[in-house]
């Protein structure tokens, strides 16, 4: 299998901001990446409550583009529960802070929680798109805990810079980063004192 198409996992946990999960897989399948897509209970209800459109509703449109896996979290025998599997890596976008302290404990109480600690054990990247404000102690503690063990904790932080005209634009650049940070860059993205898109 070319690197290229290692398959990345991206998951959806029951923190406010599904559409980073959504617009990632999107912007993956731009590039013919293909995809696993994990979504727990809660992720599936701020999906239908942020977007107005259900879980079944994006998984059509996203089928019709490219290749998609969609295991149940429940199923540890999808093939991302394995380090002998290869990825490019995982995301979650939104992660909810339950979801970041069973992580940060090594408690796998779903494929969610499994496939990432398969990415911190095998050294690929485990990128958590954390989404809570004002953040506790024990937040921060079970962020130092990821990051510690390898993973890159990476709120969703606008970038004013690129002078964004909408959210969509916002919701984008902090997407460009992951994907950077998953070696996929985007040619729209816009750099640091750049001026332009490259």
């Not at 339950?98 to 911190?120: H, K």
């Not at 997407?175 to 860059?185: A, H, N, Q, S």
Request: proline share 6%; with cysteine.
């Amino acid at each position: 299998m070319a690197e290229r198409g290692l398959p990345v996992v991206v998951a959806i946990t029951g923190a406010s901001g599904a559409v980073y999960g959504l617009r990632l897989v999107q912007l993956l399948m731009e590039q013919g990446i293909p995809l696993y897509l994990l979504l727990s209970g809660n992720g599936e209800d701020i999906i239908l409550q942020e977007t107005g459109r259900s879980r079944d509703e994006w998984l059509r449109e996203f089928r019709a583009v490219g290749s998609l896996e969609t295991p149940e979290i429940t199923d540890y025998f999808s093939p991302i529960a394995s380090g002998s599997f290869l990825t490019r890596g995982m995301v979650v976008a939104p992660c909810s802070m339950g979801a970041l302290g069973r992580i940060a404990s090594g408690t796998s109480d779903s494929l969610v929680e499994r496939a990432a600690d398969v990415s911190l054990k095998e050294r690929r990247p485990l990128i958590l798109l954390t989404r809570e404000t004002p953040l506790s102690g024990i937040h921060l503690e079970n962020m130092l805990k990821i990051s510690r063990a390898g993973g890159i904790i990476m709120p969703p932080v606008p970038a004013f810079y690129t002078q964004p005209k909408s959210i969509d634009e916002l919701v984008d650049q902090s997407l460009y980063r992951v994907l950077d940070l998953l070696g996929l860059p985007s040619s729209r993205a816009r750099r640091w004192n750049s001026g332009q898109e490259l």
